[in-house]
C-alpha cells in the first residue's frame, strides 16, 4: 500500500510564507547587529586615552604591591634579603665573606668596595641604609689624622681598669650604671674582650655608650679562644653570652639541616635567636 502527501492549495501557500518571515527575521537580525556594532566604533585618540588610563592604573597597582624596603643596617643582609633588593649571588657573598672576618660595613662607599654592587643599585638601595648612632657618630671622628687617633686612645682610659667613680664623670651614667658595667666585666675573668660589650648592658643607650667610648676604651682585652660554629657541641655553645641550651640545640639542629653554617650571620635564621646581641655573640665564634 502506497502512502501519498497531499497538500492543498493554501496549506502550500502557509508554507511559502513561513518560510519568507523565517528569512526575513534572519535578514533582519543580521542588520540589527551589523548596525549595532557600528555604533561602537571608537575614534583612534578615545581608544589611546583609554588605554593610558589603564596603564596608569596597572603600573599604580604593581607600585602598590610592590614589597616595601624599610631602613635596614647592611651588615645583616641575608640571601633572601640580597635577592630582594636586586643584588647578585656573588655580590652577597662577597659581603658574607668580609662580615665572616669580622669586619664591618659603615659607610654607602665602602658597601660598593665590598660588594662591587652598581652605582644604580647602590643609588637605589643606600637611601635604606641605617648604620647604628655610634658607628655614625664615630665615622665623622674619622675624618681626623691618624696621629690625632692615636693621641685620643692613649688618653682613653682602659675600661678593664676603670673604677665606678671613674665611670660615673660620664654624662648619662650614675652610681646604679657604673656599678653595673663594673659588676658585668668581673663577671667575666679577664674582663671585656671589646668595647661592644657594653651594648649587652641592660638600660644603656647607643647614645650613653658613645659618651663613655669618648674617654673608655678595652684596651686591654681579654684573651679567647673562638670557637668554631660548624663543629662546636652544645656544651661549647652555652659558655657564650646569650646562649643558653634550648638555643644551642637549635643553632646545631639548624647547622645539620644546611650541612654547615657559611657565615655566622645566618644564626639570624636560628629560631628565638636574639638578633640584637649578634655583634657580642659573633665575638666567641669563628668559621673553619
Avoid at 624599610?70 to 647578585?88: C, R, V, W
Avoid at 663577671?187 to 659618651?211: A, C, H, K, M
Avoid at 653570652?241 to 654547615?260: F, K
Amino acid at each position: 500500500m502506497k502512502f501519498y502527501t497531499y497538500f492543498s492549495r493554501q496549506q502550500r501557500l502557509a508554507v511559502i510564507v513561513l518560510m519568507l518571515v523565517i528569512i526575513s527575521m534572519q535578514l533582519s537580525w543580521v542588520s540589527y547587529n551589523e548596525l549595532r556594532a557600528d555604533t561602537f566604533d571608537i575614534a583612534p585618540e578615545t581608544y589611546l586615552k583609554f588605554q593610558k588610563e589603564v596603564d596608569s592604573l596597572i603600573a599604580k597597582q604593581r607600585q602598590n604591591s610592590a614589597p616595601k624596603i624599610y631602613p635596614f643596617n647592611p651588615n645583616y643582609i641575608t640571601d633572601y634579603k640580597g635577592y630582594s633588593l636586586g643584588m647578585s649571588a656573588e655580590e652577597i657573598n662577597r659581603l658574607h665573606a668580609y662580615r665572616a672576618k669580622n669586619k664591618w660595613v659603615n659607610t654607602n662607599k665602602e658597601f660598593q668596595r665590598i660588594t662591587n654592587v652598581s652605582d644604580s643599585l647602590l643609588k637605589k638601595i643606600a637611601p635604606y641604609f641605617k648604620f647604628p648612632d655610634w658607628v655614625t657618630k664615630s665615622t665623622k671622628k674619622s675624618s681626623s689624622t691618624a696621629s690625632t687617633s692615636t693621641n685620643t686612645f692613649a688618653k682613653k682610659i682602659d675600661l678593664n681598669k676603670a673604677t665606678a667613680k671613674q665611670l660615673q664623670k660620664v654624662h648619662g651614667i650614675g652610681a646604679f650604671y657604673s656599678e653595673r658595667i663594673v659588676r658585668l666585666r668581673d663577671s667575666f675573668e679577664g674582663g671585656f674582650i671589646s668595647d661592644l660589650q657594653l651594648q649587652g648592658i641592660q638600660g644603656l643607650t647607643p647614645e650613653v655608650i658613645v659618651n663613655i667610648l669618648k674617654d673608655f676604651t678595652v684596651k686591654t682585652p681579654r684573651v679567647i679562644e673562638k670557637i668554631d660554629l660548624n663543629s662546636a657541641t652544645i656544651a661549647q655553645l652555652v659558655s657564650i653570652e646569650y646562649i643558653d641550651y634550648e638555643l644551642a640545640y637549635e643553632i646545631i639542629e639548624l647547622r645539620m639541616l644546611r650541612d654547615g653554617y657559611s657565615a655566622i650571620e645566618e644564626l639570624t635564621k636560628v629560631k628565638d635567636f636574639p638578633t640584637e646581641k649578634l655583634e657580642i655573640i659573633k665575638l666567641y665564634l669563628s668559621l673553619n
